[in-house]
């Protein structure tokens, strides 16, 4: 059984990354999404790390976390710095010397960035998955920047293989990738039990406004092509444009906090924005059934993210192409549109993201195989369009009718029967 000291073992990382408090919240997340009860194995962590806090602030009242430590002198130090947290962390958190001492657990995360060469990665991987319960996670960190040694090409192939998300944290030194893998399936059941995971491309402004990644970078751009501007023609005012245009873009990407309604008979809006229809209809892309269909319209002044409208997996992704007439006119039916479908407790439900006249750009950020939690971010449409959301119409009422305004997240667009 490989074993993982603290910034030396086999296939652990020996170069100077630190994962910063940003990371280990990421490196976290799927521990801190589930509802409970559950249970956590942490592989590498140091005393006062980031990742261990971040691990521990995952627990709930139900859950179990174990920890794993390199050697005697780390078990000891890992122990004492538990103890210092109080009798609620130690009745919940265990510290043990060597993975052949740790059970299986829900949700495995390895502490330290992954290095080293393809083979090592992959005997490291294969401990670590061995202690992953069926349909649970394995959590693992590699430098954002390709190493020539291939353990980061290993993770990226077994992420394409069985990965249920990645994501990139630049607010780190150095910047990392964050992987999430799952090696067994898990049923569409387990989403219910989900919070809306932590998205590193929503970046926090304030307590209740985020921006998404791609605001933060239209707005850089704008930026830049102001200072290239000045330095250029220093005293032409022409750099003003693209100045003064960098708030209002940055605007078009805003991601605000939501509020997802408790009931889990409920139906939330995928997007913001104004009802264009609702409608029982046939789709063949689906099949014969019989679909109730929500479309809503989004203006360029609507929050532009889309969220799950109900908890459930992602089983399909396919994007077809069309034109791009305006989406509030019948031609729109046909413009690109990106087909995100989930498999539910009440049936298939598809969430489909339509350009318009405008908006020439899906963002999808939910690979198949992932579970959503209602209500959870996975991606955007640049600049408005419209979103229909496909329910069973034998299953689902609707809430809303044509002409009412909803808003992401929150909105109870239609009720479960």
């Known amino acids: 059984m490989t074993q993982f000291p603290v910034g030396g073992a086999s296939g652990v990382s020996r170069r100077p990354i630190q994962i910063g408090d940003r990371a ?19 592989v590498g962590a140091a005393a006062g790390s980031a990742t261990l806090a971040a691990a521990i602030d995952a627990l709930l009242p139900d859950d179990r976390l174990t920890v794993v430590s390199g050697s005697t002198g780390a078990a000891a130090a890992l122990r004492e710095h538990v103890e ?43 401990d670590l998955t ?29 992420a394409a293989l069985y990965g249920v998300g990645s994501d ?17 399936p898990a049923h569409h059941a387990a989403a219910h039990n989900l919070l809306p995971a932590l998205r590193p491309s929503s970046v926090p402004l304030t307590r209740g406004m985020n921006i ?23 005293k032409s005012k022409l750099w003003l444009v693209p100045a003064l245009a960098a708030a209002p873009v940055a605007a078009f990407f805003r991601d605000p906090q939501r509020d997802v309604p408790d009931d889990a ?18 789709d063949k ?6 679909f109730l269909r929500i479309a809503v319209f989004l203006s360029v002044l609507d929050v532009h993210v889309n969220r799950a409208p109900v908890a459930g997996k992602v089983v399909d992704y396919f994007v077809e192409d069309g034109g791009y007439a305006a989406a509030m006119k019948p031609e729109a039916e046909h413009n690109v549109a990106a087909y995100t479908l989930l498999e539910t407790a009440h049936g298939p439900v598809a969430v489909v993201q339509r350009t318009g006249l405008i908006a020439r750009r899906i963002v999808q950020r939910a690979p198949v195989g992932s579970l959503l939690a209602k209500g959870e971010r996975f991606g955007l449409i640049r600049f408005g369009s419209r979103t229909d959301v496909y329910l069973p119409a034998d299953k689902a009422a609707p809430a809303v009718a044509p002409g009412d305004r909803v808003v992401g997240g929150s909105t109870v667009i239609a009720t479960w029967l």
């Open 24 to 42: 280990a919240r990421v490196l976290a997340s799927e521990l801190a999404r589930h509802g409970g009860p559950k249970t956590g194995l942490l």
């Open 84 to 126: 210092r947290q109080g009798r609620w962390v130690t009745d919940r958190t265990r510290v043990v010397e060597s993975l052949a001492e740790a059970e299986p657990a829900d949700v495995v995360i390895l502490a330290e960035p992954l290095s080293g060469g393809a083979d090592e990665a992959r005997g490291v991987l294969a």
């Open 130 to 158: 061995k202690l992953v319960t069926s349909g649970g996670v394995l959590t693992v960190v590699v430098p954002a920047t390709r190493l020539p040694s291939g353990a980061a090409d290993e993770v990226e192939r077994q």
């Open 168 to 184: 990139l944290v630049l607010r780190n030194v150095p910047p990392v990738r964050v992987h999430r893998l799952r090696h067994t």
């Open 212 to 234: 998404d990644s791609n605001g933060v970078a239209a707005a850089g751009i704008a930026l830049g092509l102001a200072a290239l501007a000045k330095a250029a023609r220093p």
């Open 265 to 282: 008979s409920a139906v939330v809006a995928a997007s913001d924005g104004k009802v264009l229809g609702v409608e029982r209809m046939h």
């Open 285 to 290: 892309r689906f099949g014969d059934m019989e």
